[in-house]
T-cell receptor
Framework: AQTVTQSQPEMSVQEAETVTLSCTYD???????LFWYKQPPSRQMILVIR??????QNATENRFSVNFQKAAKSFSLKISDSQLGDAAMYFC???????????????FGEGTQLTVNP | DAGVIQSPRHEVTEMGQEVTLRCKPI?????LFWYRQTMMRGLELLIY????????DSGMPEDRFSAKMPNASFSTLKIQPSEPRDSAVYFC?????????????FGSGTQLSVL
């Protein structure tokens, strides 16, 4: 079974600064998808960024980028020019690309609470 | 589109009572998921449907839990009888397809408190 670990329960960053959230995962599969979701106080989970395992290039979405290290099974999220609205719980998630293994099951990490200080 | 709509937003009930959580997925989406979020176990998948048919219910904790999807625009998650350990936030999510380009849209969740 796959597992996802976020070792930082809490992180803080000054507004306009850069912060990196860590995520590691364990899998024996070679093809899979990785995601970062944001959960603000409104509770709704919002997709921030996603990465296909077979793509070498790190995904980027505006101020959000990832550092995907497949051999190390690491998938960190970098937030540049942090804004107050970035304050939220961030979840790393894994999904197998093999339908027979997990269908559409997402396995989530424990989450990292990000505080943005003005 | 209004997104995934869940009701109620909050539910407080007493142990032993029946609880029904409701979800309206985004129109046109063919996959619907029920997740549960607790401090102890984090986010875990309970069950998911494809074209209204349950595909994987291995995450349903026990027989007290049941889920239905009578049509493409409505799903329910029922707990009967409810217990204090069922207290959690229950999320419904929907998507169109399941490939990489699938984007999972979550509702705002139902905060369930069983006293």
């Amino acid at each position: 079974a796959q597992t996802v670990t976020q070792s930082q329960p809490e992180m803080s960053v000054q507004e306009a600064e850069t912060v990196t959230l860590s995520c590691t995962y364990d899998t024996s599969e070679s093809d899979y998808y990785l995601f970062w979701y944001k959960q603000p106080p409104s509770r709704q989970m919002i997709l921030v960024i996603r990465q296909e395992a077979y793509k070498q290039q790190n995904a980027t979405e505006n101020r959000f980028s990832v550092n995907f290290q497949k051999a190390a099974k690491s998938f960190s999220l970098k937030i540049s020019d942090s804004q107050l609205g970035d304050a939220a719980m961030y979840f790393c998630a894994y999904r197998s690309a093999i339908w027979e293994t997990s269908g559409s099951r997402l396995t989530f990490g424990e989450g990292t609470q990000l505080t943005v200080n003005p | 589109d209004a997104g995934v709509i869940q009701s109620p937003r909050h539910e407080v009930t007493e142990m032993g009572q029946e609880v029904t959580l409701r979800c309206k997925p985004i129109s046109g989406h063919d996959y619907l998921f029920w997740y549960r979020q607790t401090m102890m176990r984090g986010l875990e998948l309970l069950i998911y449907f494809n074209n209204n048919v349950p595909i994987d219910d291995s995450g349903m904790p026990e027989d007290r839990f049941s889920a239905k999807m009578p049509n493409a625009s409505f799903s329910t998650l029922k707990i009967q009888p409810s217990e204090p350990r069922d207290s959690a936030v229950y999320f419904c999510a929907s998507s169109l397809g399941t490939g990489y380009y699938e984007k999972l849209f979550f509702g705002s969740g139902t905060q369930l408190s069983v006293l």
